[in-house]
T-cell receptor, first 116, second 111 residues
Framework: DAGITQSPRHKVTETGTPVTLRCHQTENHRYMYWYRQDPGHGLRLIHYSYGVKDTDKGEVSDGYSVSRSKTEDFLLTLESATSSQTSVYFC???????????????FGPGTRLTVT | TQLLEQSPQFLSIQEGENLTVYCNSSSVFSSLQWYRQEPGEGPVLLVTVVTGGEVKKLKRLTFQFGDARKDSSLHITAAQPGDTGLYLCAGEKTSYDKVIFGPGTSLSVIP
């Protein structure tokens, strides 16, 4: 168990409001990722981090920003939520700690976000 | 453009039957992973295959990586209701690059 949690687990928000999702890990893994999962699209990478303050964009990064000020926390922010951002969001970690290589990922339980 | 294709998209079988799901690409991957995801939960890593032609077994699940490292298959023998879930393949094109996920195969095993 890599000790990864996500908060909140469920959230309903209105269009135009800012939303921040939190991912927290306890095992000092180097890499952290944010994905969204939608029917017919599978898991799509939003942003990822390869260290404190080191982040990069994924394939669906528009409308999202991230921050990683500590090894254990990776925040995903929707600056102004839109209905198209209704989805299930997963955080994942990977790295040498805990037996995971850089390409094997351990996922959190997910956050279900609804934008009305 | 989906770099990793999975087939079939949906599969419903009776308990005790065998099945195979496929993960295909036109690209070469240095490694490929299979995950299983149950409703309301995150994906869980099942196996990683690295060498072309490699075969790995996990109880009733057999995973194979194609010789050219462009495709993989997952075979389940004597499926059980506990095998129900979404099976995802994921590939790493080069070391330390981002991983690409396929769209998944949704498996339902009926008691």
């Amino acid at each position: 168990d890599a000790g990864i949690t996500q908060s909140p687990r469920h959230k309903v928000t209105e269009t135009g409001t800012p939303v921040t999702l939190r991912c927290h890990q306890t095992e000092n893994h180097r890499y952290m990722y944010w994905y969204r999962q939608d029917p017919g699209h599978g898991l799509r990478l939003i942003h990822y981090s390869y260290g404190v303050k080191d982040t990069d964009k994924g394939e669906v990064s528009d409308g999202y920003s991230v921050s990683r000020s500590k090894t254990e926390d990776f925040l995903l922010t929707l600056e102004s939520a839109t209905s198209s951002q209704t989805s299930v969001y997963f955080c994942a970690i990977s790295g040498a700690s805990g037996g995971l290589t850089s390409y094997e990922q351990y996922f959190g339980p997910g956050t279900r976000l609804t934008v009305t | 453009t989906q770099l990793l294709e999975q087939s079939p998209q949906f599969l419903s079988i009776q308990e005790g039957e065998n099945l195979t799901v496929y993960c295909n690409s036109s690209s070469v991957f240095s490694s490929l992973q299979w995950y299983r995801q149950e409703p309301g939960e995150g994906p869980v890593l099942l196996v990683t295959v690295v060498t072309g032609g490699e075969v790995k077994k996990l109880k009733r699940l057999t995973f194979q990586f194609g010789d050219a490292r462009k495709d993989s298959s997952l075979h389940i023998t004597a499926a059980q209701p506990g095998d129900t879930g979404l099976y995802l393949c994921a590939g790493e094109k080069t070391s330390y690059d981002k991983v690409i996920f396929g769209p998944g195969t949704s498996l339902s095993v009926i008691p």
